[in-house]
């Protein structure tokens, strides 16, 4: 049965245990479980953990889910849009672990990292073209605006990979779990957070140019180049977040 909210369900038991250990989760955890689906990780999560908050928007699902997990006292079905649920709500902190549907991935992955002092990580089944993206380092061909915007705020890890045969319906393509740990503050000494994404997607637009092509709508761009001690003639995917970090702030004045 395919839903209307393009989630593909994944079933097989071992993947989903599989995922719930490199979740690490504990007995002193809570856990958001984004898209619980039929309830079966749901079930398998409750078995590890204090409390599991699973967000659920299809109320023709949550019906069933309720009725499944009410012998799980630890369990709270909530039928809610996870890209508008109010996170700031849940007591103390928490951890997210989700098979995300994947037009939604990159507009959740940012909504969560909103309340990225609430999380202390996250688990996700992710398209695995996107998760290569997300976990992609300096040099390679998925290196871009995604990889940057996430690795400010998280260390994340791709851990194995899912073939789309093992979901019903099948997707187009094959997915993969990531695991982030989530860092409360930004690891680095940065002027201005919402110039330095400015910066990177204006460079990755661009990404065949060098850097001084890319940025040359900076005014002061050959300047900055020099002040940050980056090779001008380098392309945007050779630039580390530290380079971009530091071109930003040299650029910021």
Not at 128 to 153: C, F, H, M, T, W
Not at 186 to 207: D, H, M, P
Request: proline letters at 5%; hydrophobic letters at 45%.
């Amino acid at each position: 049965m395919r839903r209307p909210f393009g989630q593909h369900f994944l079933f097989d038991p071992r993947i989903l245990k599989k995922i719930i250990d490199c979740s690490r989760v504990t007995s002193d955890d809570t856990v958001i479980e984004i898209g619980p689906g039929h309830g079966i990780m749901t079930k398998l999560l409750a078995e590890r953990v204090k409390k599991v908050i699973a967000i659920e928007i299809d109320k023709r699902l949550t019906e069933k889910l309720k009725e499944l997990l009410s012998i799980n006292k630890n369990v709270e079905v909530i039928i809610a849009d996870a890209l508008k649920f109010p996170y700031e709500t849940i007591k103390g902190k928490f951890k997210v672990v989700a098979n995300i549907p994947y037009y939604i991935t990159t507009p959740l992955l940012f909504r969560l990292l909103e309340f990225r002092e609430k999380i202390i990580s996250m688990t996700l089944l992710l398209q695995k073209e996107v998760a290569q993206r997300i976990v992609a380092s300096p040099g390679n061909k998925d290196y871009g605006v995604l990889s940057v915007s996430v690795q400010l705020y998280t260390k994340p890890t791709l851990k194995f990979l899912v073939r789309k045969g093992a979901f019903s319906p099948p997707p187009d393509v094959d997915s993969a779990v990531v695991h982030f740990e989530v860092c409360p503050q930004i690891l680095y000494k940065l002027k201005g957070e919402e110039f330095l994404l400015k910066v990177v997607k204006t460079a990755f637009s661009q990404r065949r140019k060098t850097i001084s092509n890319s940025l040359r709508s900076f005014k002061n761009i050959k300047e900055a180049l020099i002040e940050a001690g980056i090779d001008s003639k380098l392309r945007p995917e050779m630039l580390s977040i530290e380079d971009f970090i530091r071109l930003a702030n040299a650029l910021m004045g």
